[in-house]
């Protein structure tokens, strides 16, 4: 797999010289580590994308999101009555606002009167990869967009996104 291992050296750098303190108080305050241990959640909603860990959004949002699976970013991710409120449960008390009594850094930057249906929307999201240019992923059928966050985190399935994990396809391992 080395040759997709070409380290740009400016783009790194020019990263590294970003300020990182939030980023170690998110280390701290998760671990970079959110596995998904609910075989229930891990066969409904591990199909297409992967099982998000229920730590990335807050209650409202998973509440939102399993009130409408029939329109589901334009797929119809229904579930049986039973699976959904098993589910809704799952997700709203593990939510990143609820599991561990106050909000993850994920979550902090975020307003309380917004209810985001992605991940990929929330504030502090989009700052950890600005960096990462559009057409590293626009431009590759395996992307498409920043929501397959297991084509640069290599252990995202078992919710790890630690940062000696990432390797962008086309880019190479993520080094500051
Ligand atoms: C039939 C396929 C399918 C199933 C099943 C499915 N999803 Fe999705 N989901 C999608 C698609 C398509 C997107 C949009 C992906 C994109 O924009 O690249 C998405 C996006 C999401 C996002 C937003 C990701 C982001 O961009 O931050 C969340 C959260 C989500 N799904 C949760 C769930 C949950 C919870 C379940 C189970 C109840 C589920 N999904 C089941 C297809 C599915
Ligand atoms: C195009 C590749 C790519 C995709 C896709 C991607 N990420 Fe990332 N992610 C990165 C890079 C690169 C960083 C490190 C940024 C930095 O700190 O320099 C990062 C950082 C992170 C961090 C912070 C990790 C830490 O240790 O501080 C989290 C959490 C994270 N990503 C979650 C996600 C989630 C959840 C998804 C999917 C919804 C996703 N990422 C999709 C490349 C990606």
Redesign the pocket.
């Known amino acids: 797999m080395s040759k997709h291992i070409i380290p740009i050296t400016l783009f790194a750098m020019a990263v590294a010289g970003q300020a990182y303190a939030d980023k170690d108080e998110y280390r701290e305050s998760h671990g970079a580590s959110m596995p998904v241990k609910n075989e229930l959640y891990q066969k ?2 591990g ?3 992967i099982a ?1 860990p229920a730590e990335l ?1 807050p209650a409202r949002s998973w509440e939102h ?2 009130n409408k ?1 029939d329109k ?6 229904e ?1 049986s009555e039973d699976n959904r409120q098993a ?1 809704s449960r799952y ?1 709203t008390e593990n939510a990143g606002d609820r599991s561990r009594g106050s909000p993850g850094k994920l979550l902090k930057s975020l307003d309380r009167s917004q209810t985001p ?5 929330l504030p502090y999201f989009k700052k950890e990869h600005r960096e990462i240019p559009a057409r590293f992923y626009e431009q590759n059928p395996k992307m ?2 920043l ?2 966050c297991e084509v640069c985190h290599t252990r995202a399935a078992q919710g790890s996104f630690a940062e000696g994990e990432i390797n962008i396809p086309g880019i190479g391992r993520w080094e500051d």
């Open positions: 409904e909603c199909d297409c994308h998000y959004l999101l399993m699976l589901h970013f334009g797929e119809n991710a579930l589910l997700l249906e992605r991940i990929t929307e498409k967009s929501s397959n």
